[in-house]
């Protein structure tokens, strides 16, 4: 590829007509029965406003699940199946879900029943989770993340880990909480994929639970941008201090949220030099080794610039295919 690459609801009736025949009698019987007809149309159309009662403000629930809690050898070709008290609001509703370890997710919907396709490892814990983003038609969501743990081996891992998230003072739902097991990790923190995702109930309170033994860094964003990162210009909490989980319960103490501002200097142009690498063109210097970016179905592999021209910052690439267009999904600096 060359060139640049980015440059209150009306009322409503229901009418209700009976039957009405007519027979090929006399003429002064037929016009006796078509005035007859007629009179029954004028009975039998109702104009009358749609069946009354109270706005649906309930939220909706989980009714079933399968495999079963804690359930233990569970075969790895499974199908994990999910069943709402009510239609749900589906892109809403798989905005919220989340596997972990993770792995990609294959979802087929019938009705309020969602089934989850994903490969399993042998001798694995696993935790699906449906974060209080999951909502119905009409609009209300989850009070509390349903967790469904379960193991294809013979054990299932013990840790639990729970706390509070609070904003500007009062306690806040529906916030995004990741955990990465530092000692299976070796990303950056807030940029990587964690270990394990949930989101605050409507009480503010979160909880991971089958934790495999180890230590912990947690982190809380608000994700206003509804892309799953935790963007430099929105609402994040981040402790000073990992947790250590064993075989019983650990308090990852409360989550504060800050609105963090970090300068983005303006990017001017994003420009193909060849099929492996991207030239980004930013309006002032950046430092590349903070710079953090995600193309969709694009591999980054490596990103920076001349001393001399910190405002030029080159990325190389996977091969980009002529004629494909790869759009810039995600691009912060890390504070």
């Avoid at 991971?208 to 509804?226: H, I, K, Q, S």
Wanted: contains cysteine; aromatic residues 8%; hydrophobic residues 40%.
């Amino acid at each position: 590829p060359a060139g640049d690459l980015c440059q209150g609801s009306p009322a409503r009736c229901r009418l209700a007509f009976g039957p009405c025949f007519i027979f090929p009698l006399e003429m002064n019987f037929r016009l006796t029965l078509l005035g007859l007809c007629g009179m029954l149309l004028l009975g039998c159309a109702k104009i009358r406003p749609p069946d009354g009662g109270p706005v649906d403000k309930e939220p909706p629930w989980i009714l079933a699940h399968y495999p079963s809690a804690d359930q233990l050898e569970v075969a790895r070709d499974v199908e994990v199946e999910i069943v709402f008290s009510e239609r749900m609001d589906r892109e809403r509703t798989e905005e919220a879900l989340f596997i972990s370890p993770a792995g990609s997710l294959e979802l087929e919907w019938s009705g309020s029943k969602l089934r989850i396709a994903t490969p399993l490892a042998a001798e694995r814990t696993y935790v699906l989770t449906v974060g209080t983003g999951a909502r119905d038609l009409r609009g209300n969501s989850l009070a509390q993340s349903f967790t469904l743990a379960f193991a294809t081996g013979a054990q299932l891992d013990q840790g639990l880990v729970r706390g509070r998230v609070y904003r500007a003072n009062e306690l806040a739902a529906r916030v995004h909480v990741w955990a990465y097991d530092m000692g299976n990790f070796g990303g950056r923190v807030g940029f990587a994929q964690p270990s394990y995702q949930t989101q605050s109930g409507a009480d503010g309170t979160y909880e991971f639970t089958r934790l495999a033994p180890g230590r912990y860094r947690v982190l809380a964003f608000t994700d206003e941008n509804r892309n799953g990162l935790p963007d430099p210009d929105e609402w994040l909490a981040l402790p000073a201090a990992d947790v250590g989980v064993s075989d019983e319960a650990s308090q990852a103490g409360d989550l504060v949220l800050d609105r963090q501002q970090i300068a983005m200097p303006e990017l001017k142009r994003v420009q193909a030099v060849h099929a492996g690498r991207l030239l980004l063109l930013f309006a002032a210097a950046v430092d590349p080794a903070q710079l953090y970016l995600v193309f969709e179905d694009l591999e980054v592999k490596a990103v920076y610039a001349l001393p001399d021209a910190l405002q030029k910052v080159y990325v190389e690439t996977a091969l980009q295919e002529s004629g494909q267009t790869y759009t810039l999904r995600h691009l912060s600096i890390a504070g």
